[in-house]
């Protein structure tokens, strides 16, 4: 069975910048529909982008333009880089694959102000 594992989170002041990893283990991400989430602390998970080999990257609106995701499939990983990070974007981001659906077990991003 697949499993994701997420790498790449930490603490970081406003306006920094981080790169989530998202590899998978006993398998390969290179065929599936992937997604990036994210659950503040008290609130629901979001949907903060995907990325599909046939439609390409998608992203919510509070995240366009500062966040880019991308996936070396030579590497079978799936990345997310986050610049210009707001204390909002603080929380739990898990990688998820649509189809089998697979959660990785989240990396902590916290942007203090």
């Known amino acids: 069975q697949v499993q994701l594992v997420e790498s790449g989170g930490g603490l970081v002041q406003a306006g920094g910048s981080l790169r989530l990893s998202c590899t998978a283990s006993?398998?390969?991400?290179?065929?599936?529909?992937l997604g990036w989430f994210r659950q503040a602390p008290g609130k629901e998970r979001e949907r903060v982008s995907c990325?599909?080999?046939?439609?390409?990257?998608d992203y919510d609106d509070s995240v366009k333009g500062r966040f880019t995701v991308s996936r070396d499939n030579a590497k079978s990983t799936v990345y997310l880089q986050m610049n210009s990070l707001k204390p909002e974007d603080t929380g739990l981001y898990y990688c998820?694959?649509?189809?089998?659906?697979?959660w990785g077990q989240g990396t902590q991003v916290t942007v203090s102000s």
């Open positions: 990325i599909s080999n046939a439609a390409g990257a």
């Open positions: 006993g398998g390969t991400l290179n065929y599936y529909d």
């Open positions: 998820r694959s649509y189809a089998p659906n697979y």
